[in-house]
């Protein structure tokens, strides 16, 4: 089994909803989403501090997704409102880094695509 597992992309249209899932071993580390669009790098989307809940957002979906955590299911979530077609991606979960920044990330989830259609 993965260390890290996600669930919850697809296709939906431009305005539409999606919830993205990710169950981690425990939720004592840094979480976060990361993006990675057809052609180009992988880019930071949300992190949320386990202790204190603290989340930090990329400007492009600030105020648009929100990232939680239900520590009773060790689950970390990504609700993701108002999709544009520039949100479509490769959607991953990582553990055991710092904010948003890529290089400092050690554990990954496998990816689930998000495709949005205008």
């Known amino acids: 089994k993965r260390p890290l597992m996600e669930s919850g992309g697809g296709s939906v249209q431009t305005g539409g909803s999606l919830r993205l899932a990710c169950e981690l071993p425990?939720?004592?580390?840094?979480m976060a989403w990361f993006r990675q669009a057809p052609g180009k790098g992988r880019k930071g989307v949300a992190t949320?501090?386990?202790?204190?809940?603290?989340?930090i957002y990329s400007d492009d979906v600030k105020g648009r997704f929100t990232i939680s955590q239900d520590r009773s299911k060790n689950t970390i979530y990504l609700q993701m409102n108002d999709l544009q077609p520039a949100d479509t991606a490769a959607y991953y979960c990582?553990?055991?880094?710092?904010?948003?920044?890529?290089?400092?990330?050690?554990?990954w989830g496998q990816g689930t695509n998000v495709t949005v259609s205008s």
């Open positions: 949320i501090y386990p202790g204190t809940e603290y989340t």
């Open positions: 990582a553990a055991g880094g710092y904010g948003l920044k890529l290089e400092s990330y050690n554990l």
């Open positions: 425990s939720l004592r580390f840094n």
